[in-house]
């Protein structure tokens, strides 16, 4: 990733659990500690229910995560915009769930 550059991420979102041989899905313990070291400047298709809505394993949903490097400087127009706020209660909560 180039210093200024951004990853744009798609992962399977809702409440945690590893779908033996087929995927795992990212909630409120493994979606912080993926995200760790990232700043997330901006979401799509983002539902903050579904991340704790209970859901069978084979059916996805993947919002988009459009992250930057946290060690490197951001473009001004990137690091204007800041976490979102639901981020950062995310990673509360997550302090709490720390065994996976």
């Known amino acids: 990733l180039q210093p200024t550059?951004?990853?744009v991420l798609t992962v399977p979102v809702g409440p945690d659990?590893?779908?033996w041989n087929l995927h795992r899905r990212?909630?409120?313990k493994r979606l912080p500690r993926l995200l760790k070291g990232w700043k997330v400047v901006s979401r799509v298709g983002w539902q903050e229910d579904r991340l704790r809505s209970p859901a069978p394993f084979y059916r996805t949903y993947e919002p988009v995560?459009?992250?930057s490097d946290l060690t490197e400087d951001a473009p001004e127009e990137l690091a204007s915009r800041g976490e979102n706020k639901k981020d950062s209660s995310i990673?509360?909560?997550?302090r709490g769930h720390e065994e996976l």
């Open 5 to 7: 550059g951004i990853l």
């Open 17 to 19: 659990v590893v779908a």
């Open 26 to 28: 990212y909630g409120i």
């Open 91 to 94: 990673r509360e909560e997550a």
């Open 65 to 67: 995560f459009v992250l």
